[in-house]
Every structure is written in C-alpha cells, then in structure tokens.
C-alpha cells in the first residue's frame, strides 16, 4: 500500500537527517 512507502520514505528521511 501506498501508506507502507510513505512510511519508509519518511524513516528514510529521518536517517539521512540524523
């Protein structure tokens, strides 16, 4: 499902930041 990659984008996201 789409929410499932929002989610995992947003994890993703939150990585590259820290």
């Known amino acids: 499902?789409?929410?499932?990659?929002?989610v995992?984008?947003?994890g993703?996201?939150?990585w590259v930041v820290v």
Do not use: I, R, T
Request: overall charge neutral; cysteine-free; hydrophobic content about 65%.
């Open 1 to 6: 499902m789409v929410s499932s990659h929002l």
């Open 8 to 10: 995992a984008l947003m």
């Open 12 to 14: 993703y996201l939150m």
